[in-house]
Every structure is written in C-alpha cells, then in structure tokens.
C-alpha cells in the first residue's frame, strides 16, 4: 500500500505559479511511475505529467513548457511545478503511484486560477 498526501494548492492569478507536493508513505524508488492528474468540474480526471522510476517524464501537450514534475527521494516526494497559469488548469489536483496491478491516488488538492 502507499498513501499519498498532496498539498499546495490554491488561487492564484493567471500568469502566476504554484508548486505541488505529493509526499509517499513509502521510498518512491519502489513505485514504477508516479505522477499528476487533473479533474475539472464536469470533465473527467486526464494525466498532466509522469515521472518513471528510471526518472523519464511525460506531459499532456496542454502544460508542456510550463510545468515540470520532479522528485526528492530523500523525502519520498514528486512535486509539480506549474507556471503561466491560465484559467483552463483550474482543476483538483491528483497523485498517482502506480504498483502494478494497483493504482493509488491521494484524497486531490483544488487549484483555481483567476483571469
């Protein structure tokens, strides 16, 4: 099993920046792919970007250039660094590790950027 505690959401003026933590109750060098996903209201939760135990990222085209995910093994945390917000990432936040066969998810952190 692995808990996930995201934090470091909140408003933020379009344009702005926001850094997100997800914190692993386990070493995340045991966890194949961790990663952050995005549900907005009324549209269903899509991937925003990955990060592979060899360390390889992925991001959905809408947020490539201006967020980056990384990650401190030392705290067993990934974060998401977002800049140029726009109003379109408002969003809940999710992280996702994924321990073949299983998929968990922390309880969502709510982003809301003002235009």
């Known amino acids: 099993q692995v808990q996930l505690v995201e934090s470091g959401g909140g408003l933020v003026q379009a344009g702005g920046s926001l850094r997100l933590s997800c914190a692993a109750s386990r070493n995340i060098f045991s966890i194949n792919v961790m990663g952050w996903y995005r549900q907005a209201p009324g549209k269903q939760r899509e991937p925003v970007a990955t990060i592979t135990l060899g360390g390889s990222t992925n991001y959905a085209d809408s947020v490539k250039g201006r967020f980056t995910i990384s990650r401190d093994s030392a705290r067993n945390t990934v974060y998401l660094q977002m800049n140029s917000l726009k109003p379109e990432d408002t969003a809940v936040y999710y992280c996702?590790?994924?321990?073949?066969?299983?998929?968990?998810w922390g309880q969502g952190t709510r982003v809301t950027v003002s235009s």
């Open positions: 996702n590790a994924l321990t073949p066969p299983t998929s968990h």
